[in-house]
Nanobody, 124 residues
Framework: QVQLVESGGGLVQAGGSLRLSCAAS????????MGWFRQAPGKEREFVAA????????YYAESVKGRFTISRDNAENSLYLQMNSLKPEDTAVYYC?????????????????WGQGTQVTVSS
């Protein structure tokens, strides 16, 4: 089992940047595929980015491709999301998620472990 804690959210102007972090508990972080999802008010949770267990394979939603970068540090049990060129439509609660496996996953239903979320607000 793994516990996840996000941090790094906040208020930023359009065009700005934020870096989200997700700290994972346990000693088997390198066995988990990881993902970032977000949920805006009144909307369903949507996929943002995913990374496989060794960090060599990454996948992005079209809406963030070229602006966001997912990465991980298995030695530090940490997952990151660098968000650049932020837009008001990026405003949401951002969640990290973990699923044991070597691949990557883009569907929320495939993830067993979730953090509590961190709020990102982009003002216009």
């Amino acid at each position: 089992q793994v516990q996840l804690v996000e941090s790094g959210g906040g208020l930023v102007q359009a065009g700005g940047s934020l870096r989200l972090s997700c700290a994972a508990s346990g000693r088997t972080f390198n066995l988990y595929a990881m993902g970032w999802f977000r949920q805006a008010p009144g909307k369903e949770r949507e996929f943002v980015a995913a990374i496989n267990s060794n960090g060599r394979v990454r996948y992005y939603a079209e809406s963030v491709k070229g602006r966001f970068t997912i990465s991980r540090d298995n030695a530090e049990n940490s997952l990151y999301l660098q968000m650049n060129s932020l837009k008001p439509e990026d405003t949401a609660v951002y969640y990290c998620a973990a699923e044991r496996g070597m691949s990557y996953y883009i569907n929320a239903a495939e993830y067993d472990y979730w953090g509590q979320g961190t709020q990102v607000t982009v003002s216009s």
